[in-house]
Every structure is written in structure tokens, then in C-alpha cells.
């Protein structure tokens, strides 16, 4: 088994994996329950001032499924904590004493003057805690009060904030930052500045889940009336590997460590978020939807996953950054064509469909009068579409063309690159 | 053995109340709306789809299900209504494991098809209780079109030329519309009176007169009906079971299947059925399993079914083959009847063996064995009774059956016909349907001078 302990801005944990502040991190009882089922850390829901805010007593999350009622994305709008400051200190300086080999961190959000964070952080940080996160990403109700992704949203304030952070606190300072922005970058490129030691992402993102179709209000509601929430689960994950590979690939910020979050459900969704940068992950969702013992498929997953690939952990981490680059630097010459396995193949037509109806028109329905799906190459773009919706896994596969004629342009293949930069078409083109 | 002993076993409440309603409630329950969505989730939707194609109908399958998924039960009972008039039928007991679900690529994916017909019934039932009619009716057109026969090809060709905008009567030889479906089909195939609840929904879209207990042949001619209405179509179906050709055919407990499972689909009271305690069951279609299960189920002891041929020829599909099998029926294969022995009443039956002799054709083996049955159920197929028909000149039959092209249309300008009676199908409900459909549309061109 691969090790996965794991060092984080100094933290070690026995695994790679905690808990999202969030609810499944809000109070002890819960945290008990997932370090005895083996989370690696956990960042504690989110603390503020006293007198603590309030919730609604109604529903507080919606979820869209599929028809199996699996949960594809999930929607809240829960606040911050809604227990009295000194409950969670106490609470948390237990749980530090009972779990001293995992990572506890706690996650802050303060109204923006450098007096509270002065006086609130000294107090969390006594309780033996490993590091801060900032909350500047929660996109709904706190965000209406300043905080939360109110902060986030200006670099500036992220960059204050982050300043403060540093001043009172002598552990860590993560800063979690909100996807409810245009770039991810001038967030990140702020909390640097600002002297976090990390950031982790992504938050939620701003959403409605649906109408209800018999009282045409948006649904759920709180007697009749409903608010946006945070968006998250599996249906976010894209959206969160992009931001963290902007961050791991930008020279001005690849030096910032990353947390990442975002529908991460099993050990493949980290292989991703490691992979493309992020040093370790937090999940919330997946917990929520399934429980904390999804957390044996994360660990062992990965651990069979590295055994097999032959790497550490270490070597994992943001060893597909290099892959991600700009639309500009893609080699304009390389040349991909469907191939279908007929072998493979059930039938079902819908590439040709989709080709037919939506892109190129290069599978065939009939070949000689029988039911067929080829790939026509003088038509194909190399496009992935079929690939993209055959219901058979490696039924279809791009292959590369080295040598000879493309038959649809009709040119022939070069092996040498040639990018956007640099090609005729481009008014901007570099000359060579 | 005493005198007694001897006497034919045959006699009703062999089993009590409780197990009748249990073999006879619903072979295969609806699926839950929870089901029904996991299993709309496995369609593929497939381009040009290959159950469509192999569905008599022609129903947009995929189209369905996807309406299934989406909730929009309506919309999907539209898709299949109109294509199928009887989809609901067709969903309880279309063969669909040589039809729509053989030819799912899920078969080539994993084996297990999409249950096509699982969710085809799902998506029909609520409209029983829809009040807006999924389908209305044209304008008038001031036709007239007599329909003989109330089985699915008449009932599907009648609600087409309704909504069409023409007037149909529709003559029935029976008691109660729906012919086979109303009389031939296993009652735990279609339990709560589903049948005629169909009937209702059929003729619910108006412009339909039924006029049941009128015999063709009897009561009426085809030329009669030629002369007083714009277009006849004939859907009369089979009539009189085939006949073994031996001797001891007449005795008591030779029984003919078709009859028999009538009497238990109209009986109010299942257990007071006489049923043998060995019945012998001769034949290998539908019907043959049909009212082999039926008797087990009834509490016969020992049901035998015997076919001429190997199971490859039944014409029940494997699935039903195993249904039987699973019932306790034993199938025995390549043997023919040659003597119905007893003096008063049918006791034995005597087989040979058959075999395909060089040629290909079947042929006796010699060897031969006896089973001992109280009843014998004839299950070999029925005959169209021709002299109904009332010979009119240029009415072509071909092997006993009418004759009709690709429209549905008669060697008779003004005739159309559809279901069992015609040359043409495979005595399936949904190509009765499909035919009486056809012929409906081809109808209305004519009407309409297209």
C-alpha cells in the first residue's frame, strides 16, 4: 500500500483527505465519527462572532438526480455556525487532544475590521488548532452581510483580510477562496500577497436548483419564498479543476499551495485535483450524500492507484499541470480520427446521430445496405463527440494519423508542431 | 382397480380460493414509478432504433421511454396510442422477447434488454383516468365504414377511421367486444377486466356504433354491407378450432383450447372450473401454453404438453416455453397423437415419435408410448370458416385466408380486411392491430378520392 501521509503547510495527516468546513464538521460528534472512520483531517464549519447567526427551519439543501435518485449536484444554503463561539472552542480543543495525528483546522468568518480578527483568532488558536481558513467563499446569506464571498470577490479585501490573518495568528492561514468570479487568479495572486500560507478551493457556487412544477415558485422555498444557494457535488468538479489548475500553472501564483474541494466522491475525483495541482483535498458533499465511509474507497483507491502507477504521493501532485496550456499552443498539425470497434460495437446508432444531427456527418448508419457505423474519415474533425456519448466504454477511440494525406483537408500530415501563434490565419502571428 | 377408479377425474375446486386468486392474479405486476424511472434510464436511444423497427406498430420506443424520464406520462402514452391503439394490450402480452426487446442493443451491451413492455404498460395505464382524451376526431366527412369483427385488427381500424372524421358500425359475433383479447388471451395476463376497460377507451373517441351478437354469414352478408356502407373491413379473425383427424375426437374430454380458455377468461368464479387431473395439452403455440399453465394453475395434477416438432419450431417463444416449465408442465417434443383411446370417455392417448427424415420433412420414427389423460386439450391452430364470407366473386383466399397487399386491401375494391383471417402475419394482437390500422388510413385515401 502506497503511504498517503501527507504534509500540509507543516500538518501531517494520515491521509490526504478532510472534511470541507461544512456540516458534516459541526461539532464534535460528528467529528468523532469521521476520524474514527479515517479522515485525514477535518476543517471545522465555520466560525464567527458571537451571538452566533441562525438558520432556517426549513429546508436548507435540494439536490438534482438522476432518474436512480443518485445525487448529481447539490445546493445549500446553510450559514456559518449557529452555536455559541465557546461550545465549538471547547468542543474542538477535545477533539485536538483525543486526534492528535489528524489535522484540524478551523475555518473563520469575521466582519471585515482588523480589531475582531485580533481578538477572535488568539482565542481559536488556543485551542490547539493546526491552521485558519478563511471563509471568503460562502455565496449566499453571509455574503449579504460583507463576508463570505462578499470578501472574496475583491481582491483587495481578500488581501486585508489575509494581512490580518497573518498579524494574529501564529498557525497557517489558508484562504478559501469563491468561484463567483470572472478569473480565479487576482483572488489567488491577493492572498499571496497578502502572506496566506495556502489557498484552498473552490466554494460554492451561486445557484437556484429548479421551479417546483405545481406551485411555479422556485424550489425549495422557505414559506413560499427561497433564496440562492451554494452550488456543489459531482456536477462542480469541473469548474473547481479548472481554478486549481489556473492557480498551479500561473507563475504568479503556482507557488501557493492548494487545497482542493469540489465534488470530489471517490479516489479517482482526488487523483484529478492532486494531479492537476492541489497538495490535498477536502470533501464535503460526498459525505452528505453518502456517509463517512466512503472514505475506504478514497483511501485504498488512491493507495491501489499509486501501487500501480509506481508513484508516491509526492509525484502525483501536479504532475498533470504541465499538460495544461493556453488554445494558442495546441499543435494545429496533429491529426485524430474516430475509429469504431465493431467488435464493440451494440448498434445503438447514437454516433452517427449525433454527428449526423450536431457536428460532421462522418459515421455512416448503413454500409452495403446493412445496419453500420463507421467513421467516414474525409468528414471526420477528430472531434470526440462519439467518443463523448457512446454508452460502450473503449468502443470508440481517437487515433492519430503520422503519415500520408488527412483526407478531409486533403494535406498532408507533418509531424512538426505548429500552434495558433504562428499560423497564416492569425493576424497577430509571431513570425517564426 | 375398481369400477370407480376408472371413471375421469375431472371436477372443480381442486384448489381453494386463496391459491386460485394467487395463479390467477397478474403474471407480471406494474412496475413502481421508481422502477419505471431506473429502467427508462437504460434505454439508450438509439438512432433509427431496432425495437421500433421490430415492433408490428412501428411505435417510437425510444421516444416513450425518453417521456418516461421525463415525466411527461402523457406525451409518452401519446407516442404509443398512436401508433398502437392497443398498446396497453400489446404491453400485457405482446411476445416482446422476440420482438421490441430481442432486438435492444442492451442484448449486445449485457444481455438484458430494456423491459419494453414493462414500461409501455406504465406509461398507459393512467390514461383511463385522464379526462381530456388523448385523441379527437376530424371533421366530419359524411362516410360510412362497416367494420366486421370487435377483435384488435376491427377495434384498431374503427378508432382510426374515427379519428379520421368517417362514421363506423362495427358488427360482433359476441357477446362483448374485444375478441381474443377479450376471449383467448391468459386470464393472469390480463386480470381487472382490462379488456373491455380498453374497448371503453377505444370507442370513448365517438363516431364508433357497436352492434354485438351479429354473426356474418347469419345475420348478415359482405355484399349486404357492400351496398349500404362506402367501405367494408373484415376482421372476422379464425373460427373453428383445427381438427386432429383421428378417431375418438368426438369423445367427451377431447377438448378444444380456444374454448376452453374463453370459459375461464368469462368465468366469475375460477375454482368452480372442472379441470382433469391429467390433462394432455396437443400443440405448441400460445394457445397451447396458455391452457397448459391454465389447467396447472386450475390444480390439474399432471399436464403433458406434446409437439410434433423440436422447441426451435414452437411457435411459443422460449419464454413462454419456460414459463410452462416452470408451472410443472412437461413439454414433450417430436410426438404426434395417433389414437384417442376410451369407451365412453377419452382415457389414453397414444403417441408416436417424429423425427425430419432426409428430406426435411417430418416423419413418423415407430417407436411409440400412451399417456393417461382425463382431458385432451386440441391446441393446433385455427381455420378460418370461409362459407361466412359468402363467396363473393373476386374475393381471392390463399391457403384458407384472405388475401390483401401491403394497404390491407381485398381483391375487392371496397374491401379491406386485417387480423387472423388475412394470408398475410403472424396471428400476433399487435399485427391485428397494425393491420386494421393500415387498412384504415388506406380506407380514408380512398374515401377521399387521393
Redesign the interface.
Known sequence: MADLRTTFLGIPSPNPFWLASAPPTDKAYNVNRAFEAGWGGAVWKTLGEDPPIVNVSGPRYGAIHSNERRVIGFNNIELITDRPLQTNLDEMRQIKKDWPDRALVASVMLPMNEATWAKYLPMVEDTGIDAFELNFGCPHGMSERGMGAAVGQVPEYIQMAAEWAKKAASVPVIVKLTPNVTSILPPAKAALDGGADAVSLINTINSIMRVDYDSLTMYPTTDGMGTHGGYCGEAVKPIALNMVAEIARTKETRSLPVSGIGGITDWRDAVDFLALGASNVQVCTAAMVYGFKIIDDLVDGLSNFLDDKRLTLDELIGKAVPSVTDWQYLNLNYVEKAVIDQDLCIQCGRCHVVCEDTSHQAITHTVNGERRFEVIDSECVGCNLCVSVCPVEDCISMHRLTEGIDPRTGEPISMEKADWTTHPNNPMRKTK | MSKSAQQPDIRSNRLDNDEIARNFGELHPPLSR?EA??E??RC???????CTTACPTGIDIPGFIQKI?SDNIRGSAHTILRENIMGGMCARVCPTEVLCEEAC??N??EEKPVEIGLLQRYATDPIFDQETPLFSRAAATGKKVAVVGAGPAGLSCAHRLAMLGHEVVVFNRDDKPGGLNEYGIAAYKTVDDFAQKEVDYILSIGGIELRNGKTLGKDFTVQELRDSYDAVFIGIGLGSTNRIGLDGESLPGVSSAIEYIAEIRQASDLGKLPVGRRVVVIGGGMTAIDIAVQSKRLGAEVVDLVYRRGPEQMGASRYEQDLAKTNGVTIHHWARPVELLGDDHLKTIRFERTALDDSGRLAAQGDRFELTADTVFKAIGQVLDVGLLGNPAGLEFQHDRIVIDAAGRTTLADVWAGGDCVAVGDDLTVTAVQQGKVAAIDIDRRLRGE
Open positions: 421508481s424511472l431506473i427508462a434510464d439508450y436511444f438509439c438512432y433509427d432504433a431496432p424520464r442493443v442492451r449486445t451491451h
